[in-house]
């Protein structure tokens, strides 16, 4: 069954189309790869389904309802969460205060401290820091820590945009392997990763944008072997 | 000795007031980026509202303290519902604008509510009728009144009610959250609509209670009177470091005492050349200094830290 069903989907900044017209979708319990180069429009399809952005037009259903016309506020009450490029921590706020921001939409006081004990075993380096402000976390712990306040939300569909980004390759290694875990305990994933080697390696499927088009879509497995895909996007 | 004891005391009364007025100022800078001139306005407006609260009430035979608190609380919801409603129709079309844009509107809303006040109120100093039998302490050769204790009293119990808010409640944290990141907060599903509508009624409630402050104090009022004390207030928040709570809180505590140093002894240093009435000058001398040595403030935050 589709999660997330992407129909025509545009993105415009002023008169600039970053995204054509894409479709695309995600099934439930999947992990999806949306990579490409840099400026093909793979964050911006993102942060238009986090409505971040306001999409210029396309549809998007999502466990069958029309999620365009979900105000923006209420999209983590429908259980879509985004780890923003770049982090997003509130800098000023302490490693706790961060993760209880992301159940703020939630009233299950009793569940939430549940996944909050999830989240910090995921992440120990993160019970370590409870109490730091998060600002002065390196740039991988603010990262466990944008992804383990998306988990506080309890999402169904976790929308990750370049979890690697900037990080030093024993960090990257370290995301991805929750990022692994977080996927077999059934979690529905959209991942935008530049690094395509590794995003088609946790994936199932992957989708590859160029220009704001999507221009192949196949099996994960299939697109590492693709000599296309190798050539452009593998460094090879 | 005794002129230091003095000052200081008036400095601290003044200064509570200061601190509660930078705190609309400062709560509205650390969540949309808005210095709101019309603020001074909304303290003015409160004032006048617990004045004619309380002259029309003067004569029921109430006892005096209650006149005072139903004159109070009615000009903290007056001002709660214009706080409320300048964000709606002044600022909130405006929220995707240059940011010039929506200062210049903030100066054009301090015309409006001051012709407006005019209007109701007159061009004419009014009495604010003294609902509090005064009574003077002394100590220390230093003299005090209720009223300021009262002022004093009630600023710090106010203060401490908003940091719990800020600090410990779900809006607190939203405000926050707001704050510091408004797109990330908006992912936390953080009505930001809501949230900017809580930080312009709470500042104006606070300027409410400052205004109800101002009149008891100086027992007077006058419908430019929010155009120097929210200018101060402004001067308060800026030396506390706008956008930060516990700077709009030092800030105005410590510009109270400046100024109130600077008219107890201004007619020494200059051998009686200015007097007492130049008060005035120093809040703007903080002001000049801040932005000139130290523009984040004292408790400043680095403005790297907005995205």
Known sequence: MNMLEVNGLRVSYGGIQAVRGISFHVSEGEMVALIGANGAGKSSTLRALARLLEPAGGNVRYRGKELLQVPPHALVTEGIALVPEGRGVFPRMTTLENLYMGAYARNDRAAVARDLEHVLGLFPRLKERAQQVAGTLSGGEQQMLAIGRALMSKPRLLLLDEPSMGLAPIMVQKIFEVIRTVASEGMTILLVEQNAKLALEVSQRGYVMESGEITVTDESTRLLADPKVRAAYLGE | ?307
């Not at chain 2, 240059?98 to 012709?115: D, E, F, Y």
């Not at chain 2, 704050?179 to 509508?197: C, S, T």
């Not at chain 2, 930080?199 to 205004?211: V, Y």
């Open chain 2, 1 to 307: 000795m005794d002129t230091l004891l003095q000052q200081l005391i008036n400095g601290l009364t003044l200064g509570a007031v200061y601190a509660l007025v930078a705190l609309g100022y400062t709560m509205v800078y650390g969540i949309i980026g808005l210095i709101n001139f019309a603020h001074g306005e909304v303290v003015m407006i409160g004032t006048m509202v617990a004045f004619t609260v309380i002259v029309s009430l003067a004569g029921s035979g109430m006892p005096p303290l209650l006149i005072l608190g139903i004159g109070l609380l009615v000009a903290v919801v007056a001002c709660m519902v214009l706080g409320w409603g300048l964000e709606r129709v002044a600022y909130r079309p405006l929220r995707h604008a240059p940011r010039l844009t929506p200062l210049i509107t903030a100066i054009g809303m301090s015309i409006v509510l001051q012709n407006i006040a005019m209007i109701i109120w007159g061009r004419n100093y009014i009495t604010f009728p003294p609902m509090i039998d005064k009574q003077i302490y002394e100590f220390a050769g230093a003299s005090f009144t209720n009223v300021q204790v009262a002022i004093v009293v009630l600023a710090a119990l106010v203060m401490i009610g908003l940091t719990y808010l800020v600090q410990r409640t779900r809006m607190g944290m939203a405000m926050r959250a707001t704050a510091q990141n408004q797109h990330v907060a908006l992912l936390m599903g953080v009505d930001i609509d809501r949230v900017i509508a809580m930080a312009f009624i709470i500042g104006s409630a606070l300027g409410a209670l400052a205004g109800c402050m101002v009149g008891s104090y100086y027992e007077i009022a006058h419908y430019q009177m929010g155009f120097m004390l929210g200018l101060k207030a402004f001067t308060a928040a800026v030396l506390g470091g706008i956008g930060n709570m516990a700077g709009a809180m030092a800030g105005g505590l410590l510009l109270g005492i400046i100024e109130a140093l600077g008219a107890g002894y201004i007619g020494d240093l200059t051998g009686n050349f200015l007097g007492s009435h130049y008060q005035d000058i120093f809040a703007f001398m903080v002001l000049i200094v801040v932005l000139m040595f130290r523009p984040s403030g004292l408790f400043g935050e680095r403005t790297g830290d907005r995205a």
